[in-house]
């Protein structure tokens, strides 16, 4: 049948704000996780990967958080801009080295 | 550089059509990997090929298929097309067999009517 697509989550956020996105990934054999940001008409970029060694990974304006306790993931912006507004999707890299992306949550930021 | 490209950027086909989408990765890149990212949800694997050999497949029917060419360009095929095959079809590639290093190319807008 036909598929439908699901509503997204959605953050809306002021300019200059930090940004929390969340992440609830499903094996708990994973490793390794990568976020990444998805532009409207392009594919997903990377951001910021962590292994599964690590709890805390920082990059530019962005933090990665690994809790592996309760299998989450979160994604944190600094200094939230205009050009962060995208679809962020966390992905999990299975047993058999394949990726497996979340739903994903909409950021909207607004000025 | 130029980065992962995809061709065509948009296609509509009927019911019962076949489709072929094609992708050229990053020069120097050996592996190739398509996803298919129906609206609203995260891409899903489809296929991977590194050095043209099949090196990992998702949960989709015979229907697609796909190949990888000696200049590590590849062709995924989809046959006998549903309207639950609309979606965009992205490729990424990368240097190894690692996912962790892949780029991803803008897609391909397939709609199937």
């Known amino acids: 049948g036909e598929s439908v697509g699901l509503h997204l989550p959605t953050l809306s956020v002021q300019e200059g704000d930090n940004s929390i996105i969340n992440c609830a990934y499903s094996?708990?054999?994973?490793?390794?996780f990568i976020w990444y940001k998805q532009e409207s008409g392009k594919g997903p970029q990377f951001i910021i990967d962590i292994r599964s060694n690590m709890d805390k990974r920082q990059g530019q304006r962005v933090t990665v958080l690994l809790n592996k306790t309760v299998k989450h993931l979160s994604l944190q912006i600094a200094a939230t801009q205009p050009g962060d507004s995208a679809v962020y999707f966390c992905?999990?890299?299975?047993?058999?080295?394949?990726?497996?992306f979340g739903q994903g949550t909409e950021l909207s930021v607004k000025p | 550089d130029a980065g992962v490209t995809q061709s065509p950027t948009h296609l509509i086909k009927t019911r019962g059509q076949q489709v072929t989408l094609r992708c050229s990765p990053i020069s120097g890149h050996k592996s190739v990997s398509w996803y298919q990212q129906v609206l609203g949800q995260g891409p899903q694997f489809i296929f991977q090929y590194y050095e043209k050999e099949e090196r990992g497949r998702g949960n989709f029917p015979d229907r697609f298929s796909a190949r990888q060419f000696p200049n590590y360009s590849s062709e995924l095929n989809v046959n006998a097309l549903l309207l639950g095959d609309s979606a965009l079809y992205l490729c990424a590639s990368s240097t190894a067999d690692r996912v962790d290093t892949q780029y991803f190319g803008p897609g391909t807008r397939l709609t199937v009517l």
């Open positions: 992905a999990e890299v299975n047993q058999g080295g394949k990726l497996i």
């Open positions: 094996n708990s054999a994973s490793d390794y």
